[in-house]
């Protein structure tokens, strides 16, 4: 396998740049019908709202435009690059790695189809269009072999497949079917068509997929940390242990002499369950 280019240039003799480009719009275009279409069904946006109104109603503090701005960098730092909300290293590397991977290899793809036969001769573009579908893989498959959390707490088999998996399976599709392409020299044959197919059911399935998760992840994020800080704790009780009010109550009679440290818990353990 040649790293230094891409199976796209080969297809252009084949298939023509423009209709290459038609297919990226529409694949653009799925996503984009298919999340809001997501939105309306599962309520997110009407939700989010009425949770932002039910907050300012409850916070205790109100914050300034420098609080709201500096909230927004932490999110985009902590949650969004560094993906800060994972404490389990290697879960968190796993996600990274598909993450970026799935980043660089479709950045990649589209500058590569929309910049044409100058784009696809770019050496430095068809390097990393081959590291992005490296990382989106092993990302992939390290989450789908080793981390699945239904695998170790239900006991199911790696191979156990539901609606829930199509996400996870269409971008380990798309990301191995690409480099087996590029592995064979390109062409239009068997896993061309595994490839497009694999890419049409990853960006044509959001709506029974996590795909749109993606979206609303960094504004659920940033709603919590401004919760936190406003004092509206995400519209939850805020009364602790240690509370007077909350020790006098009935069911926390075996507790009222108990440390607040408790030690580890469940943490004792690798997390094998829910």
Known sequence: MDITKTPIADLSATISYETMQVFVIVMIALVIIMTVVDMIHKKSAKFFYANAEKSKANATKELST?????????????DVVLSGEFCNFKRRLAHLLTMYGFILFNAMTAIIIFGGAEAAANSLFATLWHLGAVMLAAGGWWFWLFIRVDVAAEGNKWYNISTMDMFSISLIATSTFALIW???????????????LS?????????WSKFAHMFF???????????KADGSAMNLP???????????????????????????????EAPKHY
């Open 217 to 227: 992840k960094p504004f659920a994020a940033y709603d919590k940390r401004t919760t």
């Open 199 to 207: 890419a049409v059911s990853l960006f044509g399935g959001v709506l």
């Open 238 to 268: 805020t009364i602790t242990r240690d509370d007077p009010e909350q020790r006098a109550r009935h069911s926390m009679e075996l507790l009222v002499d108990a440390p607040m440290d408790m030690g580890l818990g469940i943490k004792r």
């Open 182 to 196: 590029s592995y064979v020299g390109g062409g239009t044959g068997a896993t061309f068509i595994l490839f497009i």
């Open 66 to 78: 420098g609080d709201k701005v500096g909230i927004a960098v932490s999110t985009v730092v902590e």
